[in-house]
């Protein structure tokens, strides 16, 4: 049996705040759509920027993530896997599909002024599905703690 691969990686600007919901079961769904951006030359030899649109869907933690700490315009790290999902349209009756990446990791990229954390929370991949996050600020009344163990060029061994 050959082998295969599904992973997507991809940074980009969440294009508006995220849509949160919750399944009949009580899990957490967060969709929303991350915006990416080449440049390509076009028929004249002038270069012409290209956005793609990727919807994406969370869940769990990650969903919960998503909903204190994503908004329009966060810029988001993302690695995920492609799925598509079929249905039938209820007024129409005709199949409707969609190309959604379910996401894997999450790592925010925002700046505090963008309302979102610096880089600080992400969430690991794991081999069984489950999501989790992890914090990397300093807890409050840190700071001093954190300046009393400044690393100063002395320190570095090289």
């Known amino acids: ?7 997507v990686t991809l940074l980009g600007n969440v294009g508006k705040d995220p849509e949160i919901r919750s399944t ?3 899990v957490m769904v967060a969709n929303l759509t991350l915006a990416t951006s080449d440049n390509q030359k076009d028929a004249q030899g002038a270069w012409q920027e290209r956005t793609e649109w990727h919807n994406l869907v969370a869940f ?4 919960e993530i998503v909903r204190d700490y994503v908004k329009k315009g966060s810029k988001l790290y993302i690695e995920g ?3 598509n999902r079929s249905w039938d349209d209820k007024e129409t009756g005709q199949k409707r599909y969609k190309t959604e990446i379910l996401v894997n990791e999450l790592v925010l990229l925002s700046g505090r002024e963008d309302g979102a954390s610096s880089g600080g929370y992400s969430r690991p991949a ?5 999501t989790a996050s ?3 600020r300093q ?3 840190q700071d001093d703690i954190a300046h009393s163990a ?5 320190d570095i061994p090289f």
Do not use: H, L, W, Y
């Open 1 to 7: 049996m050959a082998r295969s691969v599904n992973k």
């Open 24 to 26: 009949p079961s009580g």
């Open 60 to 63: 769990k933690r990650t969903a």
């Open 81 to 83: 896997k492609i799925t």
């Open 126 to 130: 794991s081999s069984s599905g489950s």
């Open 134 to 136: 992890f914090d990397q």
């Open 139 to 141: 807890p409050a009344g």
């Open 150 to 154: 400044e690393i100063s060029d002395d």
